[in-house]
């Protein structure tokens, strides 16, 4: 071996020796095969064989996927030109073969002295992104920090995974807090629970990677062999049941995966297996929010770029009504979300198990828009909630008898009896009404009629 390529070997093995790290710590031992490895060029910041962009192809869990990382000790985990133009000709071959691409992020960002070169290879990323995305499963993971252009990442990835410690911002943190209150916005518990762009947090590389196996397993094995029983009875459901426990239940156990668990904690968006096949799943309980609207709306990008069929579970007592949010971005994001669930040509088929109330039964259950609608027999479909409506439609009697609280108890009890999933059933707007119990069965039967294995 020449002195020459032993000095390339070895300043590249030193700019990419933790992206490496980041990378077989996820892979399957052995699986990585390097693409484009000496790639790179000298400025004036000057020369690092590679650009401190590791890019292959290697295999998770048996799985084939393509991926990059950054090494954050070389220019601060910046992407020049030369690295932007490595990363996307990785990306064009993922969507060549159809396979998942998985990029595990750490940078401060851009390479500022490069100037417009620098800006030039962040649009060329975010262009190859935008191609993936919805065309193969795109998974972002940040390691360390991502500050600058590719935090925008977050909305062309369909999981965003972020390691417990991490940092995201768009500019410095110092910057953001500066021109706020002085708190720090860039930290995961933020973009969690405040955000929503993280879907998943993660604590450790074994964490990490079982995640990424267990999603390519449902999205890579859309139809596999059922390890749950078919005819399962799912006890405990009933009137006070909530979607998560509903979820839990009917479908195959072990295989619910849920994606932005953080925001808007009263819908749950989640993969799963029913009976062998890969649906995407959303509950709602209570009220619909902005936030929520959001989530569900990403939600659904995903599960329609993966062809997957759509399966709510409703029990929502419609949009809620906050004059805050009504004046921000209330009406739009409902709006979104109204758009998205009518134009997914995936299958689509809809649980009520407690109420859909007002446009709770529009947005979620209507036959107009889904294949398939069941509700439970203690499910109820109104324009208003029952104590609301027997205010409304009976407030002369109950203010004018002995026990008002009483007479309004028994007014709603009626309007409820009026409005119930039988009544809806016999109108034509749910297909059948079922025992809690029997949840599992029907969905699989109703996911059958629609599904062709």
Known sequence: ??????????????????????????????SFVELDAFMGGANELGEIKGEGVLCGVASVDGNDVAVFALNSEVFNGGISKRGAEKIARLIDRAIGTGSPLISIIDTE???VLEGVDALYGYGVILNRFSEAYEQIPVITVVKGKNYGMLTYLAGMSDLFIAYDKAQIATASPLIISASADGKNYSDVKAHYEQSGII???????AELKQLIAKVLDEVGNVVAMPVDDANRVCKGLGTESKARQVLEAAFDAGSVVELRGGIAPNVVTALAKLNGVTVGVVGI?????AKGSVKITDFLNTVDGFGLPVINLVGST??????HQETHCLIRNVSDLIYAYNTKRVPKISLIFG???GAAYSIF???????YTIAWDCASITPLESTSAARLIYGEEIAKAKDPVAAEEKFAAIYAEENSAMTAAEKGYVDTVIFPNHTRQYLIAALQTIVKR
């Open 109 to 111: 960002g851009a390479r």
């Open 285 to 289: 309980d209570g009220k619909l929010t």
């Open 318 to 323: 419609g949009v809620i009504v906050d004059a």
């Open 199 to 205: 879907t998943n947090v993660v604590k450790s590389d």
């Open 365 to 371: 259950a209507s036959k107009q828009t889904y294949d």
């Open 1 to 30: 071996m020449s002195s020459g390529l032993k000095n390339v070997i070895a300043s590249y093995s030193a700019a990419t020796k933790n992206a490496r790290a980041s990378i077989d710590a996820i892979v399957d031992e052995s």
């Open 355 to 357: 109420g859909a109330v």
